[in-house]
């Protein structure tokens, strides 16, 4: 059951343009998702969050919006940079759980100078 | 600031071998305290959590086990490592008031021959 969805394995795109990552979720009861960074052989390195309570938060080039309605959680890089390619974890975490965090299967962004 | 190390960064053991894996956290007192897997292709998996010394919760029945005989020290163990068990292995703290910020270490890389 996987509550936690990164449907696009892959995305590409042109340094300086907008990079859209995104993410859904099937459980209403997650309250903070996150968005995490990864680069090779390296730990996550956390990026933003957001409470289920809001629906943006912005952290300079990063701006996260969240449509609890649709159960849809995305992340924005403008502008995006080459140092930027890396793979992008989204995580959410249970109300019900203060520590367990449900990953999705990340995504591959490649920025192109 | 706050620093997380692992090691070794990599590991190759024999099946049925043991494992010793250890985790340690400077510049905070009283982390929670997380074992994560990654495994090719998916997300990451929580193994284990501890919010204080000798207190651990299993979120996944398995062949491994976890200890934390310091307030800032995590150790995962196995006593018969199974191929099943390669993996990329990361441990991770939050302030005990943020559990939703988690900070990973830079993982160990298992692989069971």
């Known amino acids: 059951d996987q509550q936690v969805k990164q449907n696009s394995p892959s995305l590409s795109v042109q340094e300086g343009r907008i990079s859209i990552l995104n993410c859904d979720y099937t459980n209403s009861m997650f309250d903070y998702f996150l968005w995490y960074k990864k680069y090779p052989a390296e730990g996550p390195t956390f990026l933003i969050s957001?409470?289920?309570?809001?629906d943006k938060n912005e952290d300079g080039r990063f701006t996260v919006f969240l449509n609890k309605s649709a159960k849809h959680l995305s992340l924005h890089i403008v502008p995006s940079q080459p140092g930027d390619s890396a793979v992008y974890f989204c995580?959410?975490?249970?109300?019900?759980?203060?520590?367990?965090?449900?990953f999705g299967k990340g995504t591959l962004l490649t920025v192109n100078p | 600031s706050q620093t997380i190390h692992q090691w070794p960064a990599t590991l190759v053991q024999p099946v049925g071998s043991p494992l010793s894996l250890e985790c340690t956290v400077e510049g905070t007192s009283n982390p929670n305290l997380y074992w994560y897997r990654q495994a090719a292709g998916r997300g990451l998996q929580l193994l284990f959590y501890s919010v204080g010394i000798g207190q651990i919760s299993s979120e996944v029945p398995q062949n491994l086990s976890a200890s934390r005989p310091q307030d800032r020290q995590f150790i995962l163990s196995s006593k018969k490592l199974l191929l099943s068990d390669s993996g990329f292995y990361l441990c991770a703290w939050s302030p005990p008031d943020r559990t939703y910020e988690q900070y990973f270490g830079p993982g160990t890389r298992l692989t069971v021959t």
């Open positions: 995580a959410a975490r249970s109300g019900g759980s203060n520590y367990k965090l449900t």
């Open positions: 957001i409470s289920s309570i809001k």
